[in-house]
């Protein structure tokens, strides 16, 4: 079996990795895996438990009741698929985003969800983003991007995005929460978000969606010939 290959995206939240992944899969032809999106159907399935994140007894108690699946559609959207029903627009709110980070803290969450992200890795070529894909999941990935921006930058950008969707959340608020995230994302004990040593980083701040594109492709085929 010819040998696949793996492009990682790690960065905080906001900085443009699932936006970035998707353009680059398409036109690489490789199928993305959102990982962001499979912690978040987890904490979904919690929350509609009415499981606190942040219990452990509890999570491991329910976890084994969550089948998780991931579906492509013809334009190669990924759809998260919890116990048969599709929860991908569920999962986008800034409250899930907070209790995935905390349920991603879990040890038998992420021991659940390894083989399943790595498994995907080995069938097919993928672009995989997340926060600790170069590190902990996909080590011996041949290209190992860390996507950052400033705080305030992604902020914006994410704001932009819930008002699109009509959400009223202030920029503030977004602020608020991103920083949050970023340090519990950083700081936690199990694979914390970090930058792999032999990752390039990409800074976004004062690049559009097609210098970053661009940017990262030149990284790809520099590591890759493709």
Do not use: C
């Amino acid at each position: 079996m010819a040998k696949t290959i793996s492009i990682a995206i790690d960065g905080p939240g906001g900085a443009g990795k699932s936006t970035i992944a998707k353009r680059l899969a398409k036109e690489l032809g490789y199928y993305y895996v959102d990982t962001g999106a499979i912690y978040r159907t987890v904490a979904y399935f919690l929350d509609l438990l009415g499981i606190s994140p942040k219990d452990v007894d509890g999570v491991e108690r329910y976890i084994d009741e969550l089948t998780i699946g991931i579906e492509y559609d013809e334009d190669g959207a990924q759809h998260m698929i919890m116990n048969g029903m599709d929860v991908s627009a569920d999962i986008r709110t800034p409250d899930i985003s907070m209790k995935a980070s905390d349920v991603s803290a879990h040890k038998v969450v992420r021991d659940m969800l390894l083989d399943m992200q790595r498994d995907v890795a080995k069938k097919h070529n993928v672009i995989m983003d997340g926060r600790d894909i170069g590190t902990v999941v996909l080590p011996r990935a041949q290209v190992k991007i860390f996507l950052t921006a400033s705080a305030e930058v992604r902020a914006k950008r994410r704001h932009m995005e819930l008002q699109a969707k009509g959400k009223k959340d202030t920029y503030e608020q977004v602020l608020a929460e991103l920083q949050k995230r970023d340090y519990q994302d950083s700081h936690r004990e199990i694979a914390p978000l970090k930058q792999a040593k032999d990752a390039v980083v990409v800074d976004t701040s004062n690049l559009d969606i097609d210098g970053v594109v661009a940017a990262i492709r030149t990284i790809v085929q520099e590591k890759t010939a493709v």
